[in-house]
């Protein structure tokens, strides 16, 4: 069971609300991501980190923001929630296993609604 | 484009049978595929990593083929339960920078 961690589990907001979506790991893994997905659809990656103070964009258009001022602490934050942002947002980190080997760590997820 | 298809339709086997899933990928050299394991409402859970040199990866009731000819990959489990009964998802790394990229996944049901 990898140690990773996502709250709220669940949340129901309306629009124009400003929300932070926590993730935290205790295994001291450097890289850490934010994944977006749909029921049925695969995982689109939109934000991620190869450590403290290093964010990176995703391969999908996000209006959400990161920062990584930890290193087990990689929080997401809509600075103002839409009906278009209701989705399963999942973190995850890697432990490093060489090149082009890495395995991630998924964390139990996050259901956004925005109403 | 780069993509990669995992069969939409659920597989729907008896337990006790052997389930086989597809992973297929276009415009991708993938220096690796990972297998992943997804229940409803919950994280991907890691089940196998197979390299681009690998023929076959085995993991207790699990074995993992990559045919990069045919850039292609089975997923067998053997001897199925249903509490195998979960959506099976592939991942390759995406053009060198190895951050996986995930397939839509295959919803496996493993009926007593």
């Known amino acids: 069971e990898a140690d990773i961690y996502q709250t709220p589990r669940y949340l129901v907001i309306g629009t124009g609300k400003k929300i932070t979506l926590e993730c935290s790991q205790t295994?001291?893994?450097?890289?850490m991501y934010w994944y977006q997905q749909d029921p049925g659809m695969e995982l689109h990656l939109i934000h991620y980190s190869y450590g403290v103070n290093s964010t990176e964009k995703g391969d999908l258009s996000s209006e959400s923001t990161v920062s990584r001022i930890r290193t087990e602490h990689f929080p997401l934050t809509l600075e103002s929630a839409r009906p278009s942002h209701t989705s399963q947002y999942l973190c995850a980190s890697t432990l490093p296993g060489g090149r082009g080997t890495d395995t991630q760590y998924f964390g139990p997820g996050t259901r956004l609604t925005v109403l | 484009s780069q993509k990669i298809e995992q069969n939409s339709e659920a597989l729907n086997i008896q337990e006790g049978k052997t389930a086989t899933l597809t992973c297929n990928y276009t415009?991708?050299?993938?220096?690796?595929l990972q297998w992943y394991r997804q229940d409803p409402g919950r994280g991907p859970v890691f089940l196998l990593l197979?390299?681009?040199?690998?023929k076959e990866k085995r993991k207790e009731r699990l074995k993992v083929t990559f045919d990069t000819t045919l850039k292609q990959s089975l997923f067998h489990i053997t001897a199925s339960q249903p509490a195998d009964s979960a959506t099976y998802l592939c991942a390759l790394d995406s053009g060198g920078s190895y951050i996986p990229t995930f397939g839509r996944g295959t919803s496996l049901i493993v009926h007593p």
């Open positions: 197979i390299r681009e040199n690998e």
């Open positions: 415009n991708y050299s993938p220096a690796y």
């Open positions: 295994m001291g893994h450097d890289k």
